[in-house]
Nanobody, 120 residues
Framework: QVQLVESGGGLVQAGGSLRLSCVAS????????MAWFRQAPGKERDFVAV??????YYTDSVKGRLTISRDIAKNTVYLQMNSLKPEDTAVYYC???????????????WGQGTQVSVSS
């Protein structure tokens, strides 16, 4: 049984930083695509960042502030979040096992989400 478990969310003031982690178990993902999505209250779940074979892609609103990375040996993906803004407030989800384009929302495995709240 594959599980993705996120951690590291919390409440931070604007301009602050957080580091999210997502640990995968039940399957080794190696260098295959692992991604972060987020869902703000009342909105759809949106793509944030993805890493695959050492390449990274970001949605425009987070470029230069959020950084995705991974530790293949630990089967873990990270999201370093700097210069946080109130509009970054959302539940952040880890995803793996893409079923379509890696920037799309079709992944086989999802974590339970971790709340990030940024106060102004």
């Amino acid at each position: 049984q594959v599980q993705l478990v996120e951690s590291g969310g919390g409440l931070v003031q604007a301009g602050g930083s957080l580091r999210l982690s997502c640990v995968a178990s039940g399957r080794t993902f190696g260098a295959s695509a692992m991604a972060w999505f987020r869902q703000a209250p009342g909105k759809e779940r949106d793509f944030v960042a993805v890493i695959m074979s050492g390449n990274t892609y970001y949605t425009d609103s987070v470029k230069g502030r959020l950084t995705i990375s991974r530790d293949i040996a630990k089967n873990t993906v990270y999201l370093q979040m700097n210069s946080l803004k109130p509009e970054d407030t959302a539940v952040y989800y880890c995803a793996a096992g893409p079923l379509g384009p890696i920037l799309g929302g079709h992944y086989n495995y999802w974590g339970q989400g971790t709340q990030v709240s940024v106060s102004s």
